[in-house]
């Protein structure tokens, strides 16, 4: 049995120090196929989703925006690159592995916001960190915390800077003079494969395409897709509780995390590897969701499975939308567990361009590494039928499938044509998700109206449960040049409101980072909010991780 536990030496891929970065040699990537890419000289994108020289068409895009708000104008970015000064120099225990060049602090200083790229847009890179601190192993990151105390500088995890909920900009708390963003890309490797128990060990800093390329080696997947893969880290989706793609039983990353490792300003946090125990509070769970405010996640024990050989899917339209929603409440409680169990309403089929008929579309989709899963497809298209649906051929979910991968760079060509397009989650009980469905579109109809002149709500479910769907909203509407980010926020706020008022969730898988702060304070019980500030205390007298976030 010794032999079927693997400590990766040399296997699998191995990233350069610069690699798939603002300033990196070389962008990596998963391809359709499953096998790895490489392609030379791509360089991510300062200030929109991408790599440079992703952005969409902009005179398609204008042609598919205009029919619906009007007509549009492109706008170019913001030329050339200025941020501050540094308010500290890099300290000499840090020289080996810290930066403060100035495209690097650039890339550090938002995430992936609209705001942020509306701001990256117009070239404001106000809130660049002093310093980009890059550690190789933990001693090096222990080196970080220890200076950054004793020098007061504040320290924020960056992951891959794929935050859209204002969790990775650089802040200063009130005892700060300057601010460090901490990236583990050097913490990029798969470690070890346990075999018998399906589980693997895995640095924080990997980004997805690399850490399914390393496990792909091995025959295992972590079957764990955000919309942001490509940009993304395992330690970020950890300190996120990220959902990924597959729609039912292990959404979040939470249902794959088997131990980890954290090191906080006061000491390691790491816990054993047990597939369950009932000792209490499990230690896990107080990472997961921590948002960098805690410690630094810089490696788990993570669940993998073998890489799935079956698939069959489907695509089913029905007439009424609430028939829909029975359909698919039907197949969430019905054991099934289908990867891909997403209800499009009529306007996000129509947003993207999967029907023109009114309907609304469930697309389906099985897998599985073990056995057939026609069956299970076809018991599900019972239940579709059951309910008034129509099943018809899978292009309406490859179509749907183009459009969601393309949505976050069809975002930056909006940015540039002046259009507000942006999102917001929640989750809900199956009973209460018809009043929410209609008190969110009302109150955004309304919010379009009164802020932009009218434009266009639409929801999905992103993921369902037996006892409830995930809506997922997506709003669009004409932006005033120079005043999107305070059109955003009264929309944001009318999005907030309408869904706490109606039992929703502030949000089932963005993270609460500084956006969404105001809402979660709503639902949290006030001894657990105590609570979480002791643990802060404990774990981080001097505050130095991550100002802002969550406490």
Avoid at 219 to 227: D, I, K, S
Avoid at 380 to 397: F, Q, S, T, V
Avoid at 423 to 449: G, K, Q
Wanted: aromatic share 8%.
């Amino acid at each position: 049995m010794a032999s079927m536990r693997r400590v990766i030496q040399g296997a699998g891929f191995r990233y350069k120090s610069t690699q798939m970065f603002r300033g990196g040699a070389a962008y990596v990537r998963l391809g359709e196929s499953g096998m790895l890419e490489r392609e030379r000289d791509m360089i991510r994108s300062l200030w929109g989703w991408g790599v440079e020289g992703q952005l969409p068409d902009l005179q398609k895009t204008a042609r598919r925006v205009e029919p619906l708000l009007g007509e549009v104008t492109p706008e170019a970015p913001a030329g050339g690159l200025s941020v501050p000064p540094p308010r500290a120099e890099v300290p000499r225990e840090w020289a080996a592995f810290s930066t403060a060049e100035p495209r690097e602090r650039a890339a550090h200083a938002w995430g992936k916001s609209y705001c942020d790229r509306v701001r990256g847009f117009r070239g404001d890179w106000s809130a660049a960190p002093d310093v980009v601190a890059m550690p190789a192993n933990e001693r090096e990151l222990e080196t970080v915390l220890e200076v950054a105390e004793r020098e007061r500088f504040s320290v924020t995890p960056f992951g891959g800077g794929s935050s859209v909920v204002a969790g990775v900009e650089p802040r200063l708390g009130p005892a700060h003079r300057a601010a460090v963003s901490l990236d583990l890309r050097r913490f990029d490797r798969v470690l070890e494969v346990d075999d018998v128990a399906r589980a693997a060990r895995i640095q924080a800093g990997v980004f997805g395409p690399a850490l399914e390329a390393q496990l792909q080696a091995s025959g295992f997947t972590l079957r764990h897709f955000p919309q942001s893969f490509e940009f993304s880290t395992l330690g970020g989706w950890i300190a996120t509780r990220a959902g990924g793609h597959f729609a039912t039983l292990y959404t979040h990353i939470d249902d794959l995390v088997e131990a980890v490792r954290m090191v906080t300003p006061r000491g390691l946090w790491a816990t054993r590897r047990l597939p369950a125990s009932g000792a209490g509070p499990q230690p896990e769970r107080l990472v997961l969701g921590s948002e960098g405010t805690l410690g630094v996640i810089t490696e788990a024990w993570m669940r993998v499975q073998p890489r799935p050989t079956f698939r069959a899917g489907a695509s089913v339209h029905f007439a009424e939308y609430r028939a829909a929603i029975d359909a698919c409440r039907a197949v969430a409680q019905a054991g099934l567990y289908p990867a891909n169990c997403r209800l499009l309403d009529p306007t996000e089929v129509l947003m993207n361009e999967v029907a023109v008929d009114g309907t609304s579309v469930l697309v389906l989709a099985f897998e599985s590494a073990d056995h057939d899963v026609g069956p299970w497809l076809a018991r599900a298209l019972e239940l579709a039928r059951a309910h008034g649906g129509e099943p018809r051929e899978k292009a309406a979910g490859d179509a749907w499938r183009a459009a969601f991968l393309k949505g976050p760079y069809l975002q930056d060509a909006m940015i540039a044509l002046g259009v507000i397009a942006d999102t917001f989650e929640t989750a809900c009980t199956w009973s209460a998700f018809p009043s929410l469905y209609e008190r969110v579109n009302a109150a955004m109809s309304d919010a379009l109206e009164r802020v932009c002149g009218g434009g266009l709500v639409s929801c999905r479910f992103t993921h369902v449960y037996p006892d409830g769907p995930a809506p997922y909203f997506t709003f669009v509407g004409k932006a005033k040049r120079g005043a999107e980010l305070d059109q955003w926020a009264e929309l944001k706020s009318a999005a907030m409101s309408s869904l706490l008022a109606a039992g929703g969730t502030a949000t089932h898988h963005h993270a609460v980072g500084r956006t969404h702060l105001a809402g979660w304070r709503t639902e949290r019980p006030e001894p657990y909010a105590r609570a979480l500030a002791a643990m802060k205390r404990e774990l981080d007298p001097a505050g130095l991780l991550n100002p802002g976030v969550l406490i």
